[in-house]
Each structure stands twice: as C-alpha cells, then as structure tokens.
C-alpha cells in the first residue's frame, strides 16, 4: 500500500523562506566595522530599547526578585534536570591513551572551548526554556566564559524569568540585546565580551541566517528552520491527547509542520475532526499561528502497518518525534532519524522542551537525517594527540616515506627520511614509493 495523504501540505518549512541574507550580511558588515556604537544604533531600532546592554549584577537582581517564587523552583527543577542529564552525557567522552604499535601512543582528549554564547528568544514567546537548556549545557560542558542574551521589550527590559534562569544556570554576563546585533555582539566580542567560539540556541529568521553566514569564523549549533514535530499512533493512541499533542506543536509559529503517521484510518479521521476545536480554543495569538499550521503545513499520512509507518517517520527525519502505539521497544530499535523521541503517551514533547532535562534545542527541516541536537558535547573539541619512542617510529617513518612518495608529496617523504636518518645512521632503508 502506497502511502495515502488523507491531508497534504501545499507548503513546506522553505516555502516562504525569505530572502533575508542581504539584509543580515549588511547588518553583520556595519557592526563589525562600526563596533559597540554599531551594535547600539541597530539595537535601538529593532529592540527600541535604550537601557543598559550588559546587564549589572543590581539589574540581575532587581529582575530575579520580580520572578514568583512558584516559577523560581519550576525554573530551578528544569535546571536540575537539565544539568543531570548533561553531566551524563558529559560522562560518555573519556579521554583515551592507546598503543597503537609497540612504542607508538596515540590519544583522545575532549577540550571544552573557551567562550559560549547562548540566544534566548524573548519576541513573540519569552523562552525560558532556552535560557536552561543553552546555559545549563555550557556550563556542564566546562567553558570558561558565557554570554546569554535575550531581546528586550521596550520600557521593560528582557523577561525577569530568562534573566533568573541564565543567572542560576551560570550566565557569566546576560545582554539585553536581540536579533541580529546580538549574535554579531557575541562573535566580534562587542561590550568587552571575549569573541564567542560557539553560537547556540533558537531564533527568528534573521538569527538563524546571522549564524549561518558567521559558520566557519565561529561555531553554531545548527541552522535551525521552523519547529516541526510527528506523532506515530497506532488503533491503541487516544485521539484526543493526539490531536492535543498536534496543537501544542502547531502553535509554535504559522510555519511549524505537524504531521500524524498512522496505520488506522478512523484513528486519523477521528483526530482531523478534533484539531479545528481544539485551535479555536487556545488564545488569540496561539490560535493564529496553530491555524495557520495546520492549515497549511500539516499532514495525516494512512501508512498499510507499521514498518510502513517508520519508514515514513525516517524519510520526515522530523525534530520531535512521539510514539503513541504498541510495542514501544520496536519502535526505539527500529526508528532512526529523530531530534528527540516521546515514547508513550505518559510523556510529551511539551515535558522536553522545557523540564524532562534533554535537551530542546534540535535539528529541523530533516537534518535529523545526519545530526542530532544540542548536547554537552557540542562545546567540546575532541582532539587527538600522539607521541613515540624512535624504536617504535621506525615503522611508521618508513610507511609514511613510501605512501608520501606515491602520492607525489616529496616533502613529506623527507620529515621521515631525516628522522630515520638521525635515529638509525647504520641501517638502510627502501623509501621508494610503490607501483
């Protein structure tokens, strides 16, 4: 059975890309030629805000005792749980000593890079989770220097809460600056910042491009698309926690597909006839974005059994991936093109993008295909070291010698002939290349 599109987007996340990459290489020009002014008189007209970028220590303060104690400990659990699974995972990079050959050492050392800067939206949602989730794993991570910014509203400021968060997360500084001029801030080293060697976190179109056009000069975490999301749900999934779980998703920005992979017609029916009912109650500004997600983005494919639905997951390669069916060890051995799985109805993508302690920020736009998403692991270098005794490069000066020959690099082929040379002035060597 062919799949069966009982509902097709006529347009995808790139539909309406925008674009914007003239405007942000101008944006990213003026402020690296025009410094700390530059940055402010873009900061100005964006952010139309004009109080202190750098935030003080008073300011941090004054602003984490704006935030409800109730929300306090909700941020600090999310904090907690964030931090134990990325000490977790911090724990699966070991440094490695091996000897590859009698007298030859190789090795593996993971190196935390020096200075982190972490984007914290604060536009149409105030993104407090992010703050968590990009400070959190910097910290565990062991950089020395981080930087959290989020865009503040006019007259006010950045949201109390994301300031608390990047406070108790580790924030060494928080800059009250959004966009474009932010990412730029952070990367040139703007307002005696150290120049950031990694980017991290989600943003508008404007920052996504900023950080792609950066790429190379400083590291990124992704660039990042729209959100999107896809639920696999068998005869057994509830319909309306489905349909739910579809909204909730949807509501994250007009261009945020959600699709339902299933194998059971009157479970996709069931659920299509729920979600109008189920938008129209979310608030105006939710309601608009989700309406217009599952009006234009969102799809419900009829796959004939479940290898069929996988298959389908895997070529979707969505973000958030939910698993509402039987058999849910299947479904883990055999899926493999995921940011972030949900398996069971018991949990949600909702409880990991702000508190289950993985991490939400992850690949969109199907690049799910070939990476995962932000991770303690992503502020760390793996290098690579080696050392050897002259016995045991012997050996390997004499492969060198020959392969560098054949290859045609001559000079190559010498930094291992005077080694030999030095090392053992009695003996005599074939160093021709091969073939």
């Not at 930087?147 to 006010?156: E, H, K, M, W």
């Not at 493999?336 to 949990?347: D, I, K, Q, R, V």
């Amino acid at each position: 059975m062919a799949r069966d599109y009982l509902k097709k987007a006529h347009l995808t996340s790139r539909s309406d890309a925008s674009d914007v990459h003239d405007t942000v290489r101008k944006i990213l020009a003026d402020i690296e030629a025009g410094g700390d002014q530059a940055a402010l008189d873009y900061a100005a007209k964006f952010d139309k805000y004009d109080g202190n970028v750098m935030l003080t220590a008073e300011e941090i303060d004054a602003a984490c005792a704006l935030v409800p104690e109730k929300l306090k400990a909700d941020i600090r659990f999310a904090h907690d749980n964030v931090k134990r699974f990325a000490e977790q995972q911090k724990s699966t990079v070991a440094n490695v000593e091996y000897e590859i050959v009698p007298g030859v050492i190789a090795g593996q050392k993971a190196i935390p890079v020096d200075a982190a800067g972490c984007y914290a939206p604060g536009g149409r949602y105030s993104h407090v989770a992010s703050a968590i989730m990009t400070v959190t794993t910097a910290k565990v991570a062991g950089c020395k220097h981080i930087t959290a910014c989020s865009p503040p509203r006019p007259g006010v400021g950045v949201n109390p809460a994301i300031v608390y968060a990047a406070h108790i997360c580790g924030a060494d500084k928080i800059m009250a600056m959004g966009g474009v001029q932010a990412i730029a801030a952070m990367t040139f080293g703007l307002f005696g910042l150290p120049k950031a060697n990694i980017l991290v976190g989600p943003g508008n179109q404007f920052v996504a491009e900023a950080k792609r056009i950066l790429f190379g000069r400083v590291g990124i975490d992704m660039i990042a698309g729209p959100t999107d999301s896809l639920i696999l749900a068998d005869k057994t999934a509830d319909p309306h926690i489905v349909a739910t779980d579809l909204v909730s998703q949807a509501e994250h920005g007009y261009n945020s597909p959600v699709w339902l992979v299933t194998d059971d017609r009157a479970l996709a029916e069931d659920v299509m006839a729920r979600v109008p009912a189920l938008i129209d109650d979310l608030p105006e500004v939710n309601r608009d974005n989700a309406a217009a997600a599952w009006r234009d983005y969102a799809e419900v494919i009829l796959c004939a059994d479940r290898e069929e639905m996988a298959a389908t997951s895997d070529d979707y390669a969505p973000e958030h991936l939910t698993v509402q069916a039987e058999d849910l060890d299947w479904w883990l051995d055999r899926l493999t093109c995921y940011g972030s799985l949900f398996l069971g109805e018991e949990t949600t993508v909702s409880y990991g993008d702000k508190a289950t302690g993985t991490n939400h920020v992850l690949p969109t736009s199907g690049a799910a295909s070939y990476t995962g998403g932000l991770s303690v692991h992503k502020y760390m270098k793996i290098v690579t070291w080696q050392r050897a005794t002259r016995t045991g490069s012997k050996p390997i000066a004499e492969a060198t010698a020959r392969i560098s020959r054949l290859e045609g690099m001559e000079g190559h082929a010498r930094a291992a002939d005077v080694r030999l040379a030095k090392y053992f002035p009695d003996e005599t060597f074939d160093l021709t290349a091969h073939g």
